[in-house]
Nanobody, 120 residues
Framework: QVQLVESGGGLVQPGGSLRLSCAAS????????MGWHRQAPGKQRELVAT???????NYADSVKDRFTISRDNAKNTVYLQMNSLKPEDTAVYYC??????????????WGQGTQVTVSS
């Protein structure tokens, strides 16, 4: 099985920074798409950032110029660097990885989520 372990969440003051990590383990041949999503209380889950295997990125308008998604393919790990955090960034953040566990079979897995709270 492919399993994802998220870390890096916590409490931070407005204007502060935080880096989230998502490490994948198990049988993985390649990762074709990685992304971060978040869900605030009373709101639907929204896409925050994605990166393709080729390095192309997309960001939600609300986080552009503040968040950066990156990867380390050798470690099968994806990161989300969050700067200039705002109270409205408070949410549970989930990572999502899509790829191949063999040359013929795909996987699409989610992490359990990590809480990010931005407050004074």
């Amino acid at each position: 099985q492919v399993q994802l372990v998220e870390s890096g969440g916590g409490l931070v003051q407005p204007g502060g920074s935080l880096r989230l990590s998502c490490a994948a383990s198990g049988s993985i041949v390649s990762i074709r798409l990685m992304g971060w999503h978040r869900q605030a209380p009373g709101k639907q889950r929204e896409l925050v950032a994605t990166m393709t295997s080729g390095g192309s990125t997309n960001y939600a308008d609300s986080v552009k110029d503040r968040f950066t998604i990156s990867r380390d393919n050798a470690k099968n790990t994806v990161y989300l660097q969050m700067n200039s955090l705002k109270p409205e960034d408070t949410a549970v953040y989930y990572c999502n990885l899509k790829g191949y566990r063999t040359l013929m079979y795909r996987f699409d897995n989610w992490g359990q989520g990590t809480q990010v709270t931005v407050s004074s």
